[in-house]
């Protein structure tokens, strides 16, 4: 309810509860156990997305590669259906879900090993070879850390740019900072690395 405050938000009772009478229930509080689903993401009672949601999407990326891997795609194709298919699935939860760098590292690592179990990455060559461009005799696969970083340090931009516009961004840069959540992080992060 904090962050409520700062924006100047409060509830609105005649809201809050249902106003269809063909339901014939009210709206009930959510306890500490209780979750609810909201664009696709898992959260608790408190708005925070359940652990088990950032396990679900590290699992789902990791299966589509490993199911791209097993068709008979060309290895140019087969990246390209990994970068579209397989990524673009982290593209939506980056800055939505506080993912920790080691997760995404994990991603790329396990990316690796996929491709080097489905003989389309041979073991002994160097990994760094694989986020190259294909006309510096790279495979071109996207680094989902890398991907992430700099996603993340436009979207830390953009909010800063635009706290004093809009008064649930300043709020949502201050609540980060209190935390010292990753995203809030991130350039010192980069800067460190």
Known sequence: M????ILNLEINPKKYSTNSASLNFEVIKLDDKSSYKYLGITEDCNSAPLKSVKDMVTK????????LSKTKLSGKNMIKAIN???????????????????????????FWLILVHNGIHPQPSCKERLYLPRDE??????????????????????F????????????????QKEDKIHFWLIKKFCEEK
Do not use: W
Not at 2 to 5: D, H, L, P
Not at 60 to 67: F, G, L, Q, W
Not at 138 to 156: A, I, P, Y
């Open 84 to 110: 579209e298919y397989s990524l673009s699935q982290i593209n939506y939860y980056i800055g939505v879900l506080d993912l920790e760098p080691e997760i995404y590292k994990k991603i790329d690592d396990e």
């Open 160 to 175: 800063k740019k635009t706290r004093l516009v809009y008064k649930r961004r300043a709020a949502i840069l201050k609540s």
């Open 137 to 158: 005799l790279g495979k071109d696969l996207v680094n989902v850390e890398h991907r992430s970083e700099l996603m993340l340090v436009k979207l830390l931009d953009d």
């Open 2 to 5: 904090a962050f409520c405050e």
């Open 60 to 67: 789902e990326i990791i299966r589509r590669a490993n199911e």
